[in-house]
């Protein structure tokens, strides 16, 4: 303020490198942070990287369980009772499974047929899943304490649909999270893995349906 009471006003001088009113925009280009390692690894360790590996272990947990089944049938000695008790347990884990099996591709030729999406057909799929392997695993408990003559080459022939069926199951499971995933047409591959898998399927299920249907009838 002067001596005669007029104001005055004061500004503050202006900063080298700095606009007035506003921040001014820098001319060097920004890099981009790189990721840290943490971050890397991160992003390389996600689940979906572990997805063929838990088949594996899956397919190599079912092989040891048919293996540990046959050897426990050679030590079992059931009597009468217990014998017709795991005929009926064999008999109803069939209907099961092979009924799971049956409408499973019952969808996908709905699919097939233009009467169903494939969103459905395979959603209607994934649940049988569980009903299925319930009934694959009710036919190997209940076939251990049938004790099946492991010196038959027809038994051996079953065992084998049997465990062609638990790794073909395992593959099922994959392949349907496959084509979960599709959007638009299904790739032919897909198709074919599909037509060879169901195909496989029905071949051992009724493969061991008429065997275990000729032991039983000897």
Same mark, same amino acid.
């Given at each position: 303020?002067?001596?005669? /009471? ?9 900063? !080298? ?11 060097? !280009?920004?890099?981009?942070?790189? !990721? ?28 040891? =369980?048919? &293996? ?11 009597? +009468? ?27 996908? +030729?709905?699919?097939?047929? /233009?009467?169903?999406? =494939? ?10 899943? =569980? ?6 695993? /009710? ?34 499971? &994959? ?9 638009? !047409? ?20 009724? /493969? ?5 249907? =000729?032991?039983?009838?000897?």
């Amino acid at each position: 303020m002067l001596d005669n /009471g007029t104001p005055v006003r004061i500004t503050e001088p202006e900063r !080298p490198g700095r606009a007035v009113g506003h921040r001014r925009a820098s001319s060097v !280009p920004i890099r981009p942070r790189r !990721p840290h390692r943490d971050e890397t690894l991160l992003v390389a360790s996600k689940p979906s990287d572990h997805r063929p590996y838990a088949a594996y272990l899956a397919v190599a947990a079912s092989i040891l =369980l048919l &293996v540990g089944a046959v050897w426990l049938s050679s030590q079992l000695h059931p009597n +009468a009772a217990w014998h017709d008790l795991a005929l009926f347990a064999h008999l109803a884990s069939l209907v099961l499974g092979l009924g799971a099996v049956l409408v499973a591709d019952y969808f996908f +030729a709905l699919w097939a047929f /233009g009467r169903a999406t =494939l969103t459905e057909a395979v959603r209607s799929t994934s649940r049988l899943h =569980l009903l299925v392997w319930a009934g694959l695993a /009710g036919l190997v408990a209940s076939g251990t304490v049938l004790k099946p003559d492991l010196d038959s080459p027809a038994t051996l022939v079953k065992l084998g649909f049997v465990l062609v069926l638990t790794v073909n199951g395992v593959h099922a499971m &994959v392949l349907g999270k496959a084509m979960a995933q599709v959007d638009g !047409p299904v790739p032919r591959r897909l198709l074919v893995r599909g037509g060879l898998t169901t195909a496989l399927s029905q071949i051992c299920w009724w /493969g061991a349906v008429v065997i275990g249907f =000729l032991n039983a009838n000897r």
